[in-house]
């Protein structure tokens, strides 16, 4: 008969193999739970990464859908600002050469740099020089697809070279050009019947008449509103935009002409008047 020390030793040599094998499946299947539970993991992972792609692109859309329209009302409201700017300095110049002509001009091209000069003097006197020159800034930055050293190299040449962009709308898209030293075309025109009129008679006017506006007429004059370039645009999420011109008048107000023939105050301290073209 056996010792029990013996007896112990052969079940645990027997049993030994049997032990392995239990082990062995254990662990593979432990391991094939944690590759199917890592692949249904993956796969889960795949499918919110796809949802939230597909999420964020119809954001973009809707965004790009509404910013777009806000955008281009931005680049809109510049362009009318620096117009403004051109309107209110011409018509000051129109007056300096008056006074200094005792005539006024026939056309606009009759200005030279020293009107221009004083008028913007005028100017700066009671509105901020940065505010103004930072809106031709912007205009030149968006004319020149955010290329911040062309910008600035038309930004000083407007201050200190030859000024084309002083008689130019930026709104205008067949803008006056230089060529043989000349400048061709025009974006702004006066009124014709100021157009040669004495500086005295011009004075005893009243302040509704229209003296500049917006207008690409070869003459270099308007004689009504219908010869006014309808260049600006109020934009519209939905619907189409409104066109309008601006004019200044002789009392430096600013108003808009739109597609309707209808007139509206825009800027100035003559809200209630209506804008005059012609008189007796």
Not at 16 to 33: A, E, F, L, T
Not at 159 to 178: E, H, M, R, V
């Amino acid at each position: 008969m056996p010792s029990s020390s013996n007896a112990l030793r052969e079940n645990s040599l027997t049993g030994y193999p049997q032990q392995i094998n239990v082990d062995k499946q254990v662990k593979k299947y432990i391991i094939q739970s944690k590759s199917k539970k890592r692949g249904f993991e993956m796969r889960a992972k795949s499918v919110f990464t796809l949802v939230e792609l597909i999420t964020v692109v119809v954001i973009i859309g809707i965004l790009a859908t509404l910013g777009y329209p806000l955008y281009v009302g931005t680049v809109e409201d510049i362009n009318a600002k620096v117009c403004e700017n051109n309107l209110l300095m011409l018509q000051q110049a129109v007056e300096i050469y008056g006074l200094r002509n005792d005539v006024m001009p026939t056309s606009l091209s009759k200005l030279d740099r020293q009107d221009i000069k004083l008028a913007w003097q005028r100017i700066f006197k009671h509105k901020p020089a940065w505010k103004i020159k930072l809106a031709y800034f912007l205009v030149d930055l968006n004319k020149y697809k955010g290329n911040i050293i062309y910008a600035a190299s038309s930004f000083r040449e407007q201050f200190i070279g030859n000024n084309l962009q002083y008689i130019t709308c930026p709104a205008d898209k067949s803008p006056p050009k230089i060529s043989g030293g000349k400048i061709v075309g025009v974006s702004y025109c006066l009124n014709k019947k100021l157009a040669g009129m004495s500086y005295a008679d011009y004075k005893k006017l009243g302040g509704k008449i229209v003296a500049v506006a917006d207008c690409d007429k070869a003459s270099g004059y308007f004689s009504n509103a219908n010869d006014f370039a309808l260049r600006h645009k109020h934009p519209k999420v939905l619907g189409a935009a409104k066109d309008y011109a601006q004019a200044i008048t002789k009392s430096r107000d600013i108003f808009e002409r739109n597609n309707k023939g209808q007139w509206k105050f825009k800027k100035g301290s003559h809200k209630g008047m209506k804008p005059e073209i012609s008189w007796p």
